[in-house]
Nanobody, 123 residues
């Protein structure tokens, strides 16, 4: 399976963006999915994840209530809706897939990664 992210860009603080991750080559139906990000000079961190069924989600504390992860199996797509964006959300955002049912914020459990999309939030 290959993953391609899109939807990043430049937005003012308080604004919103929706990131999209489209899979090709294989259905994502049996994959848990996650969104991760790497800010300049920092290590990659976990943001949100969703189980293969879509029934379970987990979020990093700093994005709870602002970000929402969802998936559309019919479109082989996962989304990350980001609201109330802050300058500290500036990073390259990656989606990843792992062949397990539950959601997980453990990056090591994911074995397929996209190339990333840049999100820049201006103050």
């Amino acid at each position: 399976v290959q993953l391609v992210e899109s939807g990043g860009g430049l937005v003012q603080a308080g604004g919103s963006l929706r990131l999209t991750c489209v899979a090709s080559g294989r259905t994502l139906s049996t994959y848990a999915m996650g969104w991760f990000r790497r800010a300049p000079g920092k290590e990659r961190e976990s943001i949100a994840c969703i189980s293969w069924s879509g029934g379970t989600t987990y979020y990093k504390d700093s994005v709870k209530g602002r970000f929402n992860i969802s998936r559309d199996k019919s479109k082989n797509t996962v989304y990350l809706q980001m609201n109330s964006l802050k300058p500290e959300d500036t990073a390259v955002y990656y989606c990843a897939a792992g062949q397990f049912e539950r959601g997980s914020l453990n990056q090591n459990e994911y074995n397929v990664w996209g190339q990333g999309t840049q999100v820049t939030v201006s103050s």
